[in-house]
């Protein structure tokens, strides 16, 4: 059974999308049509050959996936290290509080249901662990060793894409390419108009990866119909995530406090730059 060389496990709204979309168009690189397998935490009782059969009907030098729902869970990273423990593993990061924003504005584009950040995270606490880097990285280097993880700066995809996209490459033993999407700002939430057809898109899109038919959602989203579809059915432009202003919402700051000590160790430690505020005011 072929098994992926790299999966991507996260955060969520870190440029999981950029990264997706341009890894998808190497010529060396193969990923199933769909992101987000989810196979080590929502469908692990599928079995191993039913993940692996993503894989099967490739000959491309690399292949891998990108879930980024695996940030967080230590069950997960036992897992790939149990059947998969010579990937390599991309880590993306992003300023917590603008992350935690854009997954409850997400949440609340999918759900087309408006609640607070404070409601959010009371219905769901692990989005804000999400955003403890240095407690999550830490795990990952116990199931892998620091050569096989790769730290993505949300920031600098904004700031040098190409840079980005050269080191990952590198990362994967793969020399540089340039994508079409390399300088697009890929990936945003919409508003829709049509609640019930955004459900249907993103419903299909799982059932298709169920019955390992991810190559047609390939083929859809190369034609650019799932793009024609979503921005058909966007009621009001939103920000989208190489952006590099944040969005105003000064509700996130009240949860700096719970971020501050554990991001001063990931900068410290692993000498990456993600705050883009001064958490230390902000939490007295």
Known sequence: ???????C?????????????????HPDIFIPGQKAINFFNVHFDNGFEWYCNHFAKTDKKICGELSPLYFGSETVLQRIHELCPDSKIIISVRDPLDRLESQVSLINSL????????????????????????????????????????????????????????????FLGLPDYTPQKLNSKIGYNIKPKYPFVEMMRVRIAKLLIKWNLGKIIHAVKRSGLTDKIRSMNNSTPQKKITDTEPVKNPEKFQFASYYKDDLAQFEKEFNIQVSRYNYAELSR
Do not use: C
């Not at 496990?9 to 168009?25: Q, V, Y």
């Open 1 to 7: 059974m072929r098994k992926p060389d790299f999966i």
């Open 9 to 25: 496990i996260g955060a969520p709204r870190t440029g999981t999308t950029w990264l997706f979309e341009n890894l998808s168009t």
């Open 111 to 170: 759900r087309n249901h408006e609640l607070s950040m404070q409601e959010r995270v009371d219905e769901n606490p692990s989005i804000m662990e999400m955003g403890l880097y240095f407690k999550n990285v830490t795990t990952a280097q116990k199931y892998f060793p620091k050569e096989n993880i790769f730290i993505l700066n949300f920031n600098q995809i904004a700031d040098e894409p190409e840079v980005v996209y050269s080191e990952v490459l590198k």
